[in-house]
Nanobody
Framework: QVQLVESGGALVQAGGSLRLSCAAS????????MGWFRQAPGKEREFVGA????????YYVDSVKGRFTISRDSAKNTVYLQMNSLKPEDTAVYYC?????????????????????WGKGTLVTVSS
């Protein structure tokens, strides 16, 4: 069993930056590929980005490429989402999720891809 706890959400002005964190419990953090997802009000949850178990590979949805960066710190059992040049359309609840498999980050972007564990989310609001 893995528990995921997101933090770092806040109200920020357009053009600003935030770093979200996702702390994972358990001793086998390194065996999980990690993904970030978001759900805006009135919309379905969408994939944002993912990172492989070894951190060697990442993948992002086109709308955040060049602005968002995912990283992980195995010593801290934490995965991060650095968000720069934020836009009002980035407003959403952001969730991290874990998949215990040697999956490529691109595969996690597949609609409906099943993740093993989910956090409860953290709210990011970008004002114009």
């Amino acid at each position: 069993q893995v528990q995921l706890v997101e933090s770092g959400g806040a109200l920020v002005q357009a053009g600003g930056s935030l770093r979200l964190s996702c702390a994972a419990s358990g001793r086998i953090f390194g065996s999980y590929a990690m993904g970030w997802f978001r759900q805006a009000p009135g919309k379905e949850r969408e994939f944002v980005g993912a990172i492989s178990r070894s951190s060697s590979s990442t993948y992002y949805v086109d709308s955040v490429k060049g602005r968002f960066t995912i990283s992980r710190d195995s010593a801290k059992n934490t995965v991060y989402l650095q968000m720069n040049s934020l836009k009002p359309e980035d407003t959403a609840v952001y969730y991290c999720a874990a998949r215990q498999a040697p999956v490529l980050p691109r595969a996690i972007a597949t609609p409906g891809y099943a993740m093993d564990y989910w956090g409860k989310g953290t709210l990011v609001t970008v004002s114009s």
